[in-house]
């Protein structure tokens, strides 16, 4: 199996201030810290996921996403089919009928 090419995420974080013309001091403003930390950030290999989802919203833009399809593994098993989801949904039905039977109980025995 031939090892994933490396991703870069802070080329993807250098490129989307670029597309946006912001500098590390609009940044370091907008994410009220001071202009080294936003410097040093940048020259790190590795960024906290915290930290990404910050650039996420002050960019507007979902990194998470862009590395997840740079990944060579398949997507995970359909979440809905799991128990749990399945007893939630069946839940749901059953509130809607007991709701619809209460009703119909009320319109029955109410007086005409």
């Not at 080329?11 to 202009?35: F, G, P, Q, Y």
Request: charged fraction near 30%; include cysteine.
């Amino acid at each position: 199996m031939n090892k994933p090419e490396p991703i870069r995420v802070i080329a993807m974080l250098n490129r989307e201030m670029k597309k946006k013309n912001l500098c590390i001091a609009d940044v370091a403003r907008s994410m009220n810290t001071s202009h080294s930390t936003v410097s040093g950030s940048l020259q790190r290999p590795t960024i906290q996921v915290h930290k990404l989802l910050e650039w996420c919203e002050l960019l507007q833009y979902n990194f998470f996403k862009e590395i997840a399809e740079k990944l060579p593994y398949n997507d995970p098993p359909d979440a809905d089919n799991s128990p749990v989801i399945q007893q939630q949904k069946r839940i749901q039905e059953l509130e809607m009928e007991v709701a619809i039977l209460k009703r119909t109980l009320k319109d029955l025995v109410a007086p005409k």
